[in-house]
C-alpha cells in the first residue's frame, strides 16, 4: 500500500485488511503529534500501530495478538468489539447525530442518562447527586469543577475562597486547569504550572512515606492531615476545595490505606470546603461499584467522570454535581456562562446507556466486586514471591507491582537501569500490555475479564517478570 493510497478517501475499512505498517509509520511520523510521547525516540522506533481488538486483546499491523490489560487507556470496561456500542451509536446517528444543549433546548439521550447516572450514585447521610453536568473528557470535566467550585463560593459570597489543594503525583488531566490539580512535575515544568491559586500535598503512598513501624491505618490518618496542615497554612477561608482520586491511577496505582478517606472527610467537613473525587478511572466498575466513593466510605461535593462512562467507544465525560452545589448554582446563580459544543452530545449520551445496560446486563460491577476482583487479588499475592516484585497490590481490576532490586531490603533499582521500561519491552514482546510507571508495573484490565482470562494474564505477567531478571542477571 502506497502513502498515497493510505490518504485517499477511505473505502469500506475491513477489519482483517492487510497495512503497510512502514507505510503508516511514515505518514505518523510525518503529520501526527501525539501526547505524552518523545517523536524523536518515536521515528526511531516507529510507532506501533494497533488495527483492531476484540474482547480483552488488541491487534497490531503485524499481526501480533496482545492482551490488553490496561483496557486502552483505563476506560475499555465492558471490553472491545461490543456490537450493542455501536448499533448505539449507528441509531443516534440517524436520528439525531448533534444538537447543542444551549439556550433551552435538550436532547432525550442526555436526559435519560442525566437520570440514569443519578440513580447509580448512591445518597450517603442525605447527600445525593441529582444533577449532571457533562464534557467530552476528563480534563475538561476537571475545568468545569474549578469553575463551579469558585461560581459556588461567588454566589455565597465568599469569593476570597479560591484555593484548591490536590495532590502531588495526583493526576487531573491536561487541560491548563486540569494540569494544574494535578501534581505530575513533568507536567508543571512545562508551560509555568500551576495555575495560580492551587496547591498539593504530599500523596498516601504507604510504601514511601510510612515511618518505621508505622501501620497502615496509623500512616493513612496521618497523610489525610497533610491536608489540614495545608488548610491551616493558606488559611481556612481562602480554601474552596479539596480534590483527589480515590485510588491515584496515572501516579503508579497508589492504593491509600482505609483509614485515610475518612479522616479527609473529617477535614474538609471541619472546615466547610468542596470534596472532589476525581473518579474518571475509578468509577463505572472498576473498584466494584459504580461510583468508588461508595468503596471508600466518603461523601463528595463533584464527581469527575470520563472514560468508562461510554467504556471509551466515544467521547463522553462530566462532573455529577451533589445537592449543595446543585442547590445554589440553580437556586441562586442564573446563567453559569460554561458549557462545551459537545455538552450532552446525543451519540455520546446513547453509547454511554447502552454500556450501563450492558454492564447492568451482565452484572459486571458485582463480578468486579465480589468475583473477578477478590481473584486478582488472590493471584496477585502469589507474585509477592518473585524475586523482583516487592508489592503486588490490588483494589478491585487495578493492580501495580513494585520491582526492587533487592528483596530483602527493599532497596531500589537505580534510575538509569529503567527496570519498569525494560520489563515493558518484554510485554510487548509477549503480547501483553503493561504500563511501567517508574518502577511500578500497573494493569487495569477490562472488567469482562474472566476467571481464566485472569489465569492467562497471570501467566504472562509471570513469564515477563521472568524474561525481566533474566535481562538483569
Ligand atoms: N482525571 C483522572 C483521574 C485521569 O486518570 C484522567 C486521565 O487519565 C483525567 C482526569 C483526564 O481525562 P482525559 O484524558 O479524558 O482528559
Known amino acids: 500500500m502506497s502513502n498515497s493510497s493510505l490518504i485517499a478517501p477511505p473505502a469500506l475499512v475491513q477489519r ?40 480483552i486483546h488488541v491487534f497490531d499491523s503485524e499481526g501480533h495478538k496482545m492482551l490488553d490489560a490496561m483496557s486502552g487507556l483505563w476506560c475499555v470496561n465492558a471490553g472491545y468489539a461490543r456490537k450493542e456500542l455501536a448499533d448505539a451509536a449507528y441509531q443516534q446517528m440517524m436520528t439525531l447525530p448533534f444538537y447543542n444543549n444551549f439556550f433551552n433546548t435538550t436532547n432525550v439521550p442526555a436526559v435519560r442518562l442525566a437520570a440514569k447516572l443519578a440513580s447509580l450514585a448512591p445518597e450517603v447521610d442525605g447527600r445525593s447527586f441529582r444533577h ?63 495555575i495560580p491559586d492551587i496547591q498539593h500535598i504530599e500523596q498516601p503512598y504507604f510504601a ?54 475518612p479522616e479527609i472527610q473529617r477535614i474538609v467537613d471541619k ?30 461535593d463533584l464527581i469527575t467522570f470520563a472514560k468508562g462512562v461510554t467504556s471509551g467507544y466515544v467521547p463522553l465525560g462530566g462532573v455529577m454535581v451533589g445537592d449543595r452545589v446543585a442547590k445554589v448554582l440553580i437556586e441562586q446563580g442564573g446563567e453559569f456562562n460554561h458549557g462545551y459544543t459537545y455538552s450532552g452530545h446525543p451519540v455520546a449520551c446513547a453509547v454511554a446507556l447502552a454500556n450501563i445496560e450492558l454492564m447492568e446486563r451482565e452484572g459486571l460491577v458485582e463480578r468486579v466486586r465480589n468475583d473477578t476482583g477478590p481473584y486478582l487479588a488472590e493471584r496477585f499475592e502469589e507474585l509477592q514471591a518473585h524475586p523482583l516484585v516487592g ?81 538483569l542477571r
Open 16 to 55: 482483517d485488511q492487510k497495512h503497510d505498517t512502514a507505510a503508516v509509520q511514515t505518514l505518523d511520523s510525518a503529520h501526527f503529534i501525539h501526547p505524552f510521547t518523545d517523536h524523536a525516540d518515536l521515528a526511531a522506533q516507529g510507532a506501533k500501530v494497533i488495527v483492531k481488538a476484540d474482547n
Open 132 to 194: 449532571v453536568f457533562y464534557s467530552s473528557s476528563g480534563s475538561e470535566s476537571n475545568d468545569t469543577n474549578v469553575r463551579m467550585v469558585r461560581r459556588y463560593w461567588d454566589l455565597l459570597g465568599q469569593p476570597q475562597r479560591k484555593v484548591i489543594i490536590g495532590r502531588l503525583n495526583g493526576y487531573h488531566g491536561s487541560t491548563m486547569a486540569g494540569a494544574s490539580l494535578g501534581g505530575m512535575s513533568g507536567m508543571h515544568a512545562q508551560g509555568d504550572l500551576p
Open 208 to 261: 514511601e512515606k510510612a515511618r518505621a513501624g508505622e501501620s497502615a491505618a496509623e500512616f493513612g490518618v496521618r497523610a489525610a492531615r497533610w491536608l489540614e496542615d495545608k488548610i491551616l497554612a493558606v488559611g481556612p477561608d481562602r480554601v474552596a476545595a479539596f480534590i483527589g482520586e480515590p485510588v491515584q491511577g496515572a501516579g503508579g496505582v497508589i492504593i491509600p490505606p482505609d483509614t485515610y478517606w
Open 271 to 300: 472546615y466547610g470546603i468542596l470534596l472532589i473525587s476525581d473518579e474518571v478511572i475509578c468509577a463505572f466498575g472498576r473498584l466494584g461499584h459504580w461510583f468508588a466513593y461508595e468503596k471508600f466510605g466518603y461523601k463528595p
Open 391 to 471: 508489592a503486588a497490590d490490588t483494589c478491585g481490576f487495578v493492580g501495580g507491582i513494585t520491582l526492587v532490586k533487592n528483596k530483602a531490603t527493599m532497596a531500589a533499582f537505580d534510575a538509569d537501569v529503567g527496570v519498569g521500561m525494560i520489563c515493558r519491552g518484554h510485554c510487548f514482546k509477549n503480547g501483553l500490555i503493561m504500563r511501567a510507571v517508574g518502577d511500578r508495573m500497573i494493569i487495569a484490565p477490562p472488567l469482562v475479564m474472566t476467571r481464566a482470562q485472569v489465569d492467562e494474564l497471570m501467566g504472562l505477567i509471570k513469564l515477563c517478570l521472568d524474561a525481566t531478571l533474566d535481562e
